[in-house]
């Protein structure tokens, strides 16, 4: 069932009580979405966060000159959100779409807080999870910052082995900072 | 007193009994830094995260080419230390050090998961500031790949105001990812 994979998702950080699992899943809402069907528009308020059970979500931004960068991929068994906004209730600034059909689990930030005065566990789970998802950022950061393209595109695919050959390569592209043309040149390296 | 204004900064977030409070503090470890002096180097093991009491710490890192990429500032009352490192306890990528005397209260990673069993308030408090955090590197991530050089400059100035007259411009420069002449430009306009 779907929201197995989510509570081993959790055991894998923290121990859980049966009851306790039951309790989390009692405050999620399950939602399916199509293909390029949007979760949330820049504008909007992130009141969820979203674990994927199956398919991928992405979060961009649109720039001034109407340029998508991609912060984030989603495939299964990611959580996904507008963290900013979600966190202080105020406008996204990213967009999250499906890039295929998919299948979630979402989780208001108002249970969130509630669950975490329940469950002390959940809390740590989140506070781990934030920890490891800090250092991916800020390691993207300094890649940004310091590496070639081709490094960047090897970080790519240790990062998410499950989307090299699922995904289109101008979303690959749009992600790595690259046209899709010279994302072609680097495979073929 | 030094211990004071950590306290202070903790109580923002959650509330704290004079006895965590003291329990907290027994586990801290007080470091005044020389200007220029490193508090970790790029291959060590980060053990500690560090609060800033006064001065001034930046986290950087140097790419192939020798050139230095700077990920973080931390003024008073800011958290700092190489997170990959911190929770992973392999070799940080990025060295720390001092941009003038500095005094810095530390806590090691084994005394921070024992505070987490003892007071549940303290995770709570850094599961909100890893949260803020978060938010803060994905939006630098954003604006490295969406925004015009002045743009970083406003977005710099709105997240440090305390340094924009104190740091060198070079320093700046680095962080914004211009040349010093650049910004100098800049401020001008």
Known sequence: MSTDLLLQNIRKHISLTGVEGDKIISKLKKITL???????????IAHEVAFVISGCLRSFSVDENGFEHILQFAPAEWWITDMYSFISEKEAHLSIDALMDTEIMTLSRKNQLQLFDEIPGLERYFRILTENSLVASRSRLIDNLSLTAKQRYQKFCTTYPSLINTLPQKLIAAYIGVTPEFLSKLRKL
Chains 1, 2 share one sequence.
């Open 34 to 44: 199509k293909k390029k069907q949007f979760l949330l528009h820049e504008g909007q």
